[in-house]
């Protein structure tokens, strides 16, 4: 608690002094109404930061409406201060280096920082990317040539607060491309299983021929609020899984199931998420497959790409893992096919595909939203794999 009162004050402190600097610049300067409209957006940031600052939103009886209003005040608190912050870099390498345009640059990067904030939280989260890849593998069997597998992930459907043609839109994209199967790799809430209640009906209408598969994310545990006993969080966690049941979807916690074409079949394991994080390491190959390096052509359903590298490749012949919860940092540059996101600084596999000789891994970077209520460039994306028998 000291260490984040600490935080707050030198951060407070920061914010007053850069502010009082631009409004006596803007005043010596003779622009004193935007003086005056800096002092205001000083004074809503304020009373932005301590509003967040006393709401109780780690409890587990905070509603998701007081939640989410949370996440937007503290968004609309960094809207605010990341434009002065760099519009103060530039003008203070514009003094540095003696050059008035870049002083009055300041102004322009202040201004799309700001747009470009507000574009990712209002326009993107309301946009979807289809993304369609084949994978070609030796040892797919020729019946499930041409296989085509929707993959979406990290729905976190509290960000949402019930407003449901969001939600639509993704189902009627994933049920427009008409795969043979559908598979959402986890995190379908932030919180509790409430959130996801307005969605039910309209993630029924999820349809393939061989099934809606699923598995958990870090966020269907129930760690991210604080519950007045265990039971109550252990009976929020049965009623997700129960849930998932009821839409007509499959989950499969550490478990498998075979898709079949005539005489042939490849073998779908789910495992509950294994993270990155101390207690996060849940999933168990062994208990969901026991052949986990027979000849059946594997395809693994996982949360966390980590589990890649630190299990499926080392402790099994699996083909093909699916995962999500990088969420690209919902913060990405693309040019073209080049696409960069600071999330590489944590996962070296953090969106797209990956393999190693004949294995492969693809990342999807999710629908949703979690933490900051924005998508800058991190487009939210279903993913349409085809799986190709090599020649």
Not at 245 to 250: A, E, F, I
Not at 260 to 266: T, V
Not at 286 to 302: E, T, V
Not at 324 to 337: C, I, P, R, V
């Amino acid at each position: 608690m000291k260490i984040h009162w600490a935080g707050f004050i030198i951060m407070a402190v920061l914010c007053i002094a850069m502010d009082v600097y631009i409004c006596r610049r803007l005043n010596r300067n003779g622009y004193r109404w935007m003086a005056r409209f800096n002092a205001l957006l000083a004074l809503l940031a304020a009373g932005l930061a301590i509003g967040v600052g006393v709401m109780p939103l780690s409890s587990a009886s905070t509603t998701n409406g007081a939640f989410v209003t949370g996440q937007y005040m503290l968004y609309t608190f960094f809207a605010i201060l990341a434009p002065k912050v760099l519009g103060m870099a530039v003008h203070g390498l514009g003094r540095l280096l003696r050059q008035r345009w870049l002083t009055v640059c300041a102004f322009v990067v202040a201004a799309l920082v700001f747009g470009v904030m507000w574009w990712g939280a209002v326009v993107t989260p309301r946009t979807v990317e289809v993304r369609e890849v084949e994978l070609a593998f030796d040892r797919l069997p020729a019946e499930f040539d041409g296989y085509r597998i929707v993959q979406w992930s990290d729905a976190h459907l509290g960000t949402y607060n019930g407003r449901t043609p969001i939600v639509e839109r993704w189902v009627e994209t994933i049920n427009g491309l008409h795969p043979d199967m559908i598979c959402f790799t986890g995190d379908l809430v932030s919180r509790k299983t409430d959130e996801a209640e307005p969605y039910r009906a309209i993630l029924s209408r999820l349809h393939a021929p061989d099934g809606v598969f699923s598995v958990l994310g870090n966020h269907d545990y129930d760690n991210y609020v604080k519950w007045d006993d265990e039971k109550a969080k252990l009976a929020d966690r049965k009623a997700l899984c129960d849930l998932q049941g009821d839409m007509g979807w499959r989950l499969l916690n550490d478990d498998y199931a075979l898709i079949k074409r005539g005489d042939s079949q490849l073998v779908l394991i789910g495992n509950e998420n294994y993270g990155d994080r101390p207690g996060e390491k849940r999933g168990s190959l062994a208990k969901a497959y026991s052949g986990l390096r027979d000849g059946n052509f594997k395809i693994q359903l996982q949360h966390n790409p980590y589990a890649w590298r630190a299990n499926t490749l080392t402790n099994s012949n699996i083909d093909l893992m699916l995962a999500g919860h990088t969420h690209a940092w919902q913060l990405m540059l693309k040019l073209g096919k080049w696409r960069w996101s600071p999330a590489c600084w944590r996962y070296p596999e953090w969106g797209g595909a990956y393999h190693e000789g004949d294995r492969w891994l693809y990342v999807n970077i999710g629908t949703g939203m979690v933490g900051t209520p924005m998508r800058i460039g991190a487009t939210p994306e279903i993913t349409v794999i085809t799986l190709r028998k090599r020649p």
